[in-house]
């Protein structure tokens, strides 16, 4: 199977196995150099990581959507500072009390990450269908006993302070609520309902979970020592943080950039049928009134931008098309390609192109797209926003929509601070 390297997906998966055998090649030295090589590789690669979450957050700073938000940052900087605390006590100090204050670090990471999981996850709306339940019944009965065990044998340990007892017991404990919420946010991801930013996350909490219950084991054993395969898969951990934020800070900015480009560079004197500084809502079945409207209004000169749920080469063919950018809601893989559930990357796509521009002109096909994989209330957000942006750059904005898929409410509210237009009138 071939792999399609255009697709954030696909390029964060094809550099994963490079990045789990570089780190168990660290297997072959010993273990004070390992501990040496994580305690400075760990911390470096966190900090790449939330440069490009940073790139990211900051990047979705001006829409209404905070998917990737300020919760997130904050997360990873809770795991760099725990580990440069512990650095500092295990390579400077060379006495690292236990537990120390990286453990308390670690541990309001570990309740913040729960609540952002769990935030998100209410926020998709996830139904508990019976199947769901029922594997959720199922991990919740085997985790507690295994919990029961685990804690257990650390409360009644000999080798254990108070304080060692408390900390160690909270460790697996957390564990088990991420992971839960992994699977399920695995589950969304795998239905098109998650950025590929979650994804990303799941994989590396895939590698920090196994680390964790490695170390928990071996600690309560009194087997563990630093540079061990626990603290070897804390640096797959961060590594595939990096790599994968890293891509996605990188296609984030490409998307950003795009120039606003005249279709013809001798415009024909004709009358524009649409106006600057208004949003015009075309109701129509099929879509083909609003991209006849919008190629029409391209040879007076203007600047325009498409963003559609049709394959991009298919609408430069049919309508002709050699500079105006052609950006394609979807989620399969693709170098124009944009997962439609990323409202963040979309309106930002579309702002900052309207900002650069000076006579331009925006058609947004696939509202119904976007509603699917969200909701109404956050596709109608989505459009607000657009049409305030549009009004004070001087810009318009065509907004394609199938009246059939709405309801007479719905319709109504798309409508405000619009021009309606199209066939499909009769119905909206």
């Known amino acids: 199977m071939k ?61 209404p959507f905070k998917d990737i938000g300020a919760g997130l940052f904050v997360f990873m900087w809770t795991g760099i500072s725990g580990w440069i605390i512990s650095g500092v006590y295990s390579q400077i100090i060379h006495d690292v009390p236990s537990p120390s204050v990286a453990d308390a670090v670690w541990i309001f990471g570990y309740f913040l990450l729960i609540w952002l999981m769990y935030s998100h996850v209410q926020s998709v709306g996830l139904k ?68 590929d930013i979650w994804f990303i996350m799941m994989i590396a909490l895939a590698f920090w979970m196994t680390s964790d219950f490695l170390y928990l084991g071996a600690t309560a054993s009194g087997a563990y020592s630093e540079g061990s395969l626990s603290d070897i898969l804390y640096v797959c951990t961060y590594a595939s943080i990096a790599w994968g934020f890293g891509i996605l800070a990188i296609r984030r900015i490409k998307f950003s950039s795009i120039v606003p480009r005249a279709e013809t560079e001798k415009p024909e004197k004709l009358v524009e049928s649409i106006k600057p500084r208004v949003t015009y809502v075309i109701w129509s079945p099929d879509g083909d009134e609003a991209f006849e409207l919008f190629t029409s209004n391209l040879h007076t000169g203007l600047e ?125």
């Open 304 to 428: 325009g931008l498409i963003v559609t749920r049709r394959q991009p080469s298919t609408v430069k063919e049919r309508y002709k098309l050699e500079r105006t950018p052609v950006l394609w809601l979807a989620t399969v893989a693709g170098s124009d390609s944009v997962f439609p559930g990323n409202l963040g990357i979309i309106t930002d796509m579309i702002t900052r192109f309207l900002e650069k521009g000076s006579n331009t002109i925006v058609l947004l096909d696939g509202f119904e797209s976007i509603v699917t994989h969200t909701e109404f209330r956050k596709a109608l957000l989505m459009v607000d926003t657009l049409k305030d942006i549009t009004a004070a750059n001087q810009s318009r904005l065509l907004v394609t929509i199938d009246p059939r898929t709405l309801s007479e409410k719905e319709r109504s509210l798309v409508s405000a601070n619009s021009v309606s237009l199209g066939t499909g009138m009769a119905v909206a």
């Open 3 to 63: 792999v399609d390297f255009k697709s954030n997906r696909s390029l964060f998966i094809a550099g994963i196995p490079p990045i789990v055998i570089a780190c168990l090649s660290l297997l072959a030295l010993d273990e004070t150099t390992v501990a040496t090589v994580v305690y400075t590789v760990v911390p470096s690669l966190g900090l790449i990581g939330a440069i490009g979450l940073f790139v990211l957050v900051w990047m979705n700073r001006r829409t």
């Open 128 to 195: 508990f269908t019976k199947p769901l339940q029922i594997g959720a019944g199922l991990y919740w009965v085997s985790m507690s006993l295994f919990l029961v065990a685990f804690v257990g044998s650390t409360a009644t340990s000999e080798d254990l302070t108070t304080l060692e007892k408390i900390a160690y017991s909270i460790y697996p404990v957390a564990d088990v609520f991420v992971l839960f919420f992994v699977g399920i946010l695995l589950s969304l991801h795998r239905r098109g309902l998650l950025e």
